[in-house]
């Protein structure tokens, strides 16, 4: 089935066959953009650019098909740098622009990127909306706990007491936790990753595109300039060992060096960091990312508060749900069926009429 | 309780003869006098009658029962000659409760009918609507012609049997006072019936209970022998007729505008007082491949719409003033993004919450400078109910031709007022489909911002074209090659081409015509829903000699080419509009005209005899 316009209704954001430019046969080169970079040296978006353009070629999905929305910050500039089409649009309000992008459109496979200041303060209502209906996008919430572009205030998930521009005495908010925030809108995918993981970067994004609904990975990002650092307790050689926590579906969750710490439930329904040696690898929690239930991803996600100690990163949480632009078109195939194609005359003329001689 | 009509003023030998007549049907919120009011006027208009309509209910869903601030009127105008205005004095006035009226009895006519549901004027009633004496003894109606009818319990009694409960049947009251209106007016009761039976298909008591009050109006109307009149059909262009309500007739221009665009229809909304109506509509007719999306904000409304015009469907979103003024800066992107877009704007009385149910046209002056830096769009604007049709055609012509967003200027008037509509033929409608772009446009490369000399509309490329993948966005960007620019003789450059582009558009629309005599002095200029008054008005006046003319615009931005012309053949130019002097300040500053303006902002559409009166003082 087609709409007016030739657009197949069938695709879906995945298996898209229609060769085009030799899918295949592409390149992390035929991805990059004649746009000169503009990024302060030094910064974090580097390494995530160059991991998003790195996996493109392996989606499968011709360039043409590929969308990237943005709002405004830092992290936004980031549709002009990739070859595919693109929309930099304005501040928090690229989730909504890339729903109607997606549910107009479900052969199209669209990737929002977003910051914290974009994503979680002027633009939380669309990114939880957008995370609620599963609409088909990948989000990428490049988050480096401070806003950017303006030179350095706090954002929402700034920690509490931070020293900026706009609070010399140190900010009094509670930060955002964007994983429990996401799962508590209801999302489908949730991940975590470091924009200096080599691999686990890339690995994320590739689970991100093969979801179908709203996919959302919080990246750690570092802004060399106004917050460097801030993700050290992880990046660091001693932190990298000691904190990161990698979830892996079906494993027992094991942390530091050699696994030696672990995370076990307690009676009490708790979370807890434990001594493997003392507890015994039985008594471990096993991480189970398609648990549909959200309330044990959600307990991994507050055990840090931020990236100060033992963190976790990986999928918290992959599960299916309908789609919203499936629905949508499902609906449509459904009315045209019933009632058959629309016809113009027989609607105007619908309800009681009269003739004047 | 046994029924104790009034007898009636005069036994009818037959029925009398009457031009025209204004109904207004009042009640509370929950007495379903909307339903009575379209009902009747669903009738009149298969009948042949020309008509008006305006609703007019209160913000809240249920006010408190019997009170004023609840009280929900509908009036009607049908006539069996052409009409403008939905009447300024009813003559017939059906009041349910006191409340309704003590709220409507001031607009009535003197010596005209109240229809009065002597049941509901008991002591509390009486006192919630601010008597102190109860309004059918103390002689205070002595100069109208009052029918006092006990509708509530004659209803009860009619619907025994229905098997509906006491209190479903007692609701069925509404039908009651449509009977005896339809009796008055020798309306027929069979359309009503078979309404009744659709609508309550699956509570088949209480289909009963309405057909059978709406049979035992009709029957007391008959027996009681209260006056009879005739309102003979109007003669109208040949063809064939519907009745048609400003939003509906939007929703049915955006479809009509999707098959001829050949563009699949998407409509991004939040719901909003008065605009919620084309949401409802447009979400039925999903096998038109209409898609409608609830937002979760106004924000997010317009976003989704501008992201499906990037994805080359017809992008609408549609609101009234509160909701306006939180897509400004999504409308600035759209002009900066050069995207076709329809912004539908129900004006309602502001500022902030206003007066949601009320009309007002006070969203001229926000419609066309309400965004930050320099952000020129076409603005158009419906008349009267039946041409919002037209509107939605012709801002989805200028937007997809010229590729910039459109915003077309309703009221809560027009959106709710109904009138007869002559059904336009598919065939003649105009084509209005789009060249997507599909190759390179400069060698082998895809310059976004690459204009048409006339029009100077970018392609619009959409994603799935092979090859010409490109980047969009908010930041200024170099004429042609769209990347960023900040170069200070290309933002210059861009700046004024966003102007030329709205300029060149009147070229493109129809010129503004005046109507009046000859030695007409005086020009009165409207737009948007002040139409059917102006007009009216206009022609009162000509018909007692005054030398006046009328022009009313469809297109305020860019105005038609013509307008300075137009203004300048008149010594005076009067410009009659429901707020402050919006158009007045447009045409002063567009074409150094004085102006002498009328302005009225009561959440009402201007009273003709008002207006009249006015523009009486006004004319040398």
Redesign the interface.
Known sequence: MT???G?SLDEGGRGITEA??GIGTLTREDFV?D?EVRWCPGCGDYAILAAVQSIMPELGV????????SGIGCSSRF??Y?????????HG?AP??????????P??QVWVVTGDGDGLSIGG??LI?ALRRNVNLKILLFNNQIYGLTKGQYSPTSEQGKVTKSTPFGSVEQPFNPISLALGAEATFVARTIDVERKHLPEMLRRAAAHRGSAFIEIYQNCNIFNDGAFLALTSKEGRTQNRIYLEHNRPIRFDRDGSKGIRMTGAGHLELVDVSEVGEKELLVHDEHRYDAGLAFALSRLSAGPHGPTPLGVFRQVERPVYGDG?ES??R???A?????D??K??????????? | MAAQAAPPAHIPAERKELPRVVVRFAGDSGDGMQLTGDRFT?VS????NDLVTMPDFPAEIRAPAGSLAGVSAFQIHFSDHDILTPGDQPGVLVAMNPAALKANLGDVMRGGMLILNTDSFDKRNLEKAGFSSNPLDDGSLDSYQVYKIPMTSMTIDSVKGSGASKKEGERSKNMFALGVLSWMYSRPLE?TIEYLGKKFAKKESIAKANVAALKAGHAFGETAELSAFEVKPAT????????ITGNQALA?GL??A??QS???L?L?SYPITPASDVLHELAR?????V?T?Q???E???I???????????L?ITTTSGPGLDLKS??L??AIS?ELPLIVIDIQRGGPSTGLPTKTEQSDLLHAMYGRHGEAPLPIVAPYSPASCFWAALESARIALKYMTPVILLSDGYIANGAEPWH????DKLPDISVRFASQPNVGEDFWPYLRDGETLARPWAI?????????????EKADGTG??SYDPDNHQLMTELRQAKIKVIEEDIDPLEFDGSDDARVLVVGWGGTYGTIGEVCRRLRARGRPVARAHLKHLNPMPKNTGEVLRRFEKVIVPELNMGQLSKLIRSEFLIETVSINCVRGLPFSSTELESELEELIP
């Open positions: 709409d007016h316009n657009h085009s430019g953009s746009q011709p360039r043409e098909k590929v969308v990237f929305v549709p002009y990739m070859n595919t089409y693109g929309v930099h649009g304005i309000r909504a622009i890339a729903t109607g992008i997606a549910s107009a459109r052969d199209l209502n669309h909306h949508m609906q449509l459904a009315a045209a019933d009632q058959g194609p629309g113009l005359a609607l105007l003329s619908s309800g009681d009429t009269w003739d004047v001689d | 669903s208009a298969a009948f042949g359309p109208l262009a040949p063809g064939r007729y519907r009745r049915y479809i009509a999707s098959v050949k563009l699949p998407f991004g007719y999903k096998n038109f491949g898609r999306l937002a979760e904000d924000i997010a409304a976003g989704m719409a501008l992201g499906a015009a990037f994805s080359g469907h992008g800066e999504t600035g992107l993004l059904i336009p033929s598919v994603p799935g074209t092979a090859g010409l993948e490109h980047r969009v966005g908010g930041l990347n960023i």
